[in-house]
């Protein structure tokens, strides 16, 4: 089955119908208690994978009294038992190659950069100017410590954002598989170019898995788009999905000891408060993964059609 193929209409419709037939749905629905994230047990595996497999997300939940939600190794244990191993080393990740988000009010490597700040963050996939050899296919976002207000977070699966897309006017997938289709500049600092500008499509099929990968940013600043209309016009209507009525946009805030696994959804962030004196600090540890969530692939949907 190719669903993501546009000359495979009956194997994207029966895909279709099985993706739409798990909506509504909302974000206390998808959220799995796990008792000991280190060693989840079959139940536990089995809850997150199909929330996995369904929306490409997956939000838990562990006990704070019984685990230290601030040690790095949590985060990382519970991606290992869903098959994410290689993770993403990037220009602000600690030297363990999980980044520590927070406001940074000095420091050279998080200087100017929106994750480290208290402002809102737009609709996005993450690693959006990696390169085609280094995509990000999936995520944990653990959150240690919560603000005093604020840092929601408004999630929406980026095969839905397809479905919109490929029923409204089937060119505009065309139109964002272009190769050529969203160029970000490169990034330089101080004269010194840390980051050659990078070209690609919106939407890739992966080769090996035919699983959909998505690459995006609602940032006008840092992005380019291909000059015609009908990308243009793609890209309106794919702005115009995220609006607040939308029946496939989960909200959720994440407290301490909470986490949302994910193939790289589209997502963004609501601005928050800090209030240091009540302890009340913004810390949330970001995996992101070269490799995709285990058991999420075309293979695992095709025995549930
Ligand atoms: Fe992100």
């Known amino acids: 089955m ?23 749905v909302n974000a206390e629905d998808l959220l ?17 994978l199909d929330r996995c497999l369904k929306y490409n997300l997956v939000i838990y939940s562990c006990d704070q009294e019984k685990h230290d939600i601030s040690d790095k190794n949590l985060p990382r244990t519970l991606g290992k038992q869903l098959g ?3 993770l993403d080393a990037h220009l602000c990740v600690d030297e363990d190659d999980i980044s520590s988000l927070k406001v940074a009010s ?9 994750p480290y700040t208290d402002r809102p963050i737009s609709w996005h996939t993450d690693g959006y100017y990696n390169s085609s050899s280094e995509r990000i296919q999936a995520m944990v976002l653990h959150c240690v410590s919560d603000a005093a207000s604020g840092g929601e977070n408004e ?13 409204e006017n089937p060119d505009y997938i065309r139109a964002l598989m272009q190769p050529d289709v969203m160029t970000i500049p490169p990034n330089i600092e101080n004269g010194v170019m840390i980051r050659d500008s990078v070209t690609g499509p919106v939407f890739t099929v992966d080769k090996e898995t035919g699983a959909l990968h998505m690459r995006y940013t609602a940032r006008t600043r840092s992005i380019e788009w291909k000059q015609d209309d009908l ?4 890209i309106n209507f794919l702005e115009s999905l995220f609006s607040e009525d939308s029946a496939y946009i989960l909200r959720h805030r994440l407290k301490p000891g909470q986490g949302v696994i994910c193939n790289n959804v589209l997502h963004n962030r609501t601005g928050f408060v800090d209030d ?21 692939g075309l293979d695992a949907v095709n025995e549930r059609l």
């Not at 190719?2 to 509504?24: C, G, H, I, M, T």
């Not at 208690?33 to 079959?42: A, G, K, M, W």
């Not at 000095?106 to 929106?114: A, E, P, T």
Request: charged share 30%; aromatic share 14%.
């Open 276 to 296: 240091e004196e009540c302890g009340k600090q913004r810390l949330i540890y970001r995996a992101r993964y070269y490799d995709r969530i285990k058991d999420t």
């Open 106 to 114: 000095s420091g050279k490597r998080h200087g100017g950069y929106i």
């Open 84 to 86: 994410l191993d290689r």
């Open 231 to 234: 990308t243009r016009e793609a």
């Open 155 to 167: 999630l929406m699966d980026h095969e839905m954002a397809y479905i919109c897309m490929r029923d």
């Open 2 to 24: 190719l669903p993501f193929d546009l000359n495979e209409v009956n194997a994207y419709q029966q895909w279709r119908a099985w993706k739409l037939s798990a909506y509504p």
């Open 32 to 48: 799995v208690y796990l008792e000991d994230p280190y060693s989840l047990s079959t139940e536990e595996k089995n809850a997150v």
